[in-house]
């Protein structure tokens, strides 16, 4: 043994050494050192008495377990008992669930039976979906006898504007906006004058009946010498004639007339068509015309009729318990 200074201190110091020590072997040290080597009276002495026997505490363990256990039991009970009036209830309405017929939904619509839409001649064709040529035929031939346009040529087909009159009617100044200063006709501005048609007719056409309306000017088409004409301004029998393949005085004079349209009815051919285009869905909304006329009344007309029916349907559903 052999002792270490520090600060003037001597500290216990033993040194074990082992030869040959294998890998991860253990090296268990058991040493004992007589007690000469130490001074026990600096260090003191202790007394080591009996334990006591402890007295009784208070077991609050039990006291916060109890705290907590009895309102869980309280709100449990509660609980249980809400549970099964709720079920009591339900068994007792049960009636109303095999009873109850949900409601139908009834969709409003502004359209009135039997209501026939004021058209002139040219809307009506249109509605009626005669050709577009033929129906630009009778335009055109209108717009000679008044002495505002002339046809020059009809093969190839050619049109000199001659005035410009304010009495003319909206479809009558878009088609002579479309004619060219060499005489043909601008496609895209037929478009446009088509566009304004279906426009119209459908403001004028939103509340009426549309099966009423195609028999009524139908009929007026097909007798047009028994009854007054659709419309004062296009009076001429002829006309109704032409659109309905009749034989008549100037029939050769409307066909090769017709003929000379055909290649710009060819983009367009009918109203039908032109209304399931890209061209007339655009239309549709994008102008106002139509948006009020037509996106207004529906929107009112499907929102009040779907909310009030929805509204009771959820109603009694929630308040009879028949369905959730």
């Given at each position: 043994?052999?002792?270490?200074?520090?600060?003037?201190?001597?500290?216990?110091?033993?040194?074990?050494?082992?030869?040959?020590?294998?890998?991860?072997?253990?090296?268990?040290?058991?040493?004992?050192?007589?007690?000469?080597?130490?001074e026990?009276?600096?260090?003191?002495?202790?007394?080591i008495?009996?334990?006591?026997?402890?007295?009784?505490?208070?077991?609050?363990?039990?006291?916060?377990?109890?705290?907590?256990?009895?309102?869980?039991?309280?709100?449990?009970?509660?609980?249980?008992?809400?549970?099964?009036?709720?079920?009591?209830?339900v068994?007792?309405?049960?009636?109303?669930?095999?009873?109850?017929?949900?409601?139908?939904?009834?969709?409003?619509t502004?359209?009135?039976?039997?209501?026939?839409?004021?058209?002139?001649?040219?809307?009506?064709?249109?509605?009626?979906?005669?050709?577009?040529?033929?129906?630009?035929?009778?335009?055109?031939s209108?717009?000679?006898?008044s002495?505002?346009?002339?046809?020059t040529?009809?093969?190839?087909?050619?049109?000199?504007?001659?005035?410009?009159?304010t009495?003319?009617?909206?479809?009558?100044?878009?088609?002579?906006?479309?004619?060219?200063?060499d005489?043909?006709?601008?496609?895209?501005?037929?478009?446009?004058?088509?566009?304004?048609?279906?426009?119209?007719?459908?403001?004028?056409?939103?509340?009426?009946?549309?099966?009423?309306?195609?028999?009524?000017y139908?009929?007026?088409?097909?007798a047009?010498?028994?009854?007054?004409?659709?419309d004062?301004?296009?009076?001429?029998?002829?006309?109704?004639?032409?659109?309905?393949?009749?034989?008549?005085?100037?029939?050769?004079?409307?066909?090769?007339?017709?003929?000379?349209?055909?290649?710009?009815?060819?983009?367009?051919?009918?109203?039908?068509?032109?209304?399931?285009?890209?061209?007339?869905?655009?239309?549709?909304?994008?102008?106002?015309?139509?948006h009020?006329?037509?996106?207004?009344?529906?929107?009112?007309?499907?929102?009040?009729?779907?909310?009030s029916?929805?509204?009771?349907?959820?109603?009694?559903?929630?308040?009879?318990?028949?369905?959730?």
């Amino acid at each position: 043994y052999y002792g270490q200074e520090y600060q003037g201190e001597y500290y216990f110091t033993v040194r074990i050494h082992k030869d040959n020590l294998r890998t991860k072997e253990k090296m268990l040290i058991q040493q004992y050192v007589p007690a000469q080597y130490f001074e026990t009276e600096k260090f003191g002495k202790i007394d080591i008495q009996p334990e006591k026997e402890r007295k009784f505490a208070f077991p609050y363990q039990i006291l916060y377990m109890v705290l907590y256990v009895i309102p869980y039991l309280f709100y449990s009970n509660k609980k249980a008992r809400d549970t099964e009036g709720a079920y009591s209830d339900v068994a007792s309405l049960r009636w109303l669930k095999d009873d109850w017929v949900p409601p139908k939904i009834q969709i409003a619509t502004f359209r009135k039976s039997g209501k026939v839409a004021k058209l002139d001649l040219i809307e009506a064709a249109f509605f009626l979906d005669y050709p577009v040529n033929k129906i630009l035929t009778i335009l055109a031939s209108k717009l000679e006898e008044s002495g505002v346009i002339q046809v020059t040529a009809r093969d190839p087909l050619k049109i000199k504007v001659l005035q410009k009159t304010t009495n003319l009617r909206y479809h009558e100044s878009a088609f002579l906006d479309a004619i060219k200063t060499d005489g043909s006709m601008n496609d895209a501005a037929l478009k446009s004058m088509i566009n304004q048609v279906v426009e119209k007719v459908s403001v004028q056409a939103w509340d009426c009946d549309l099966a009423a309306t195609k028999a009524y000017y139908t009929e007026k088409f097909g007798a047009p010498s028994s009854e007054k004409p659709v419309d004062k301004e296009y009076n001429k029998g002829e006309y109704y004639d032409y659109l309905m393949d009749r034989e008549f005085q100037r029939r050769r004079y409307y066909s090769d007339m017709e003929k000379g349209f055909v290649v710009y009815g060819e983009s367009i051919r009918s109203y039908s068509a032109f209304v399931r285009s890209d061209a007339c869905h655009s239309a549709c909304y994008v102008h106002t015309a139509c948006h009020d006329a037509c996106h207004s009344a529906c929107h009112s007309a499907c929102h009040s009729a779907c909310h009030s029916a929805c509204h009771s349907a959820c109603h009694s559903a929630c308040v009879s318990g028949g369905a959730h």
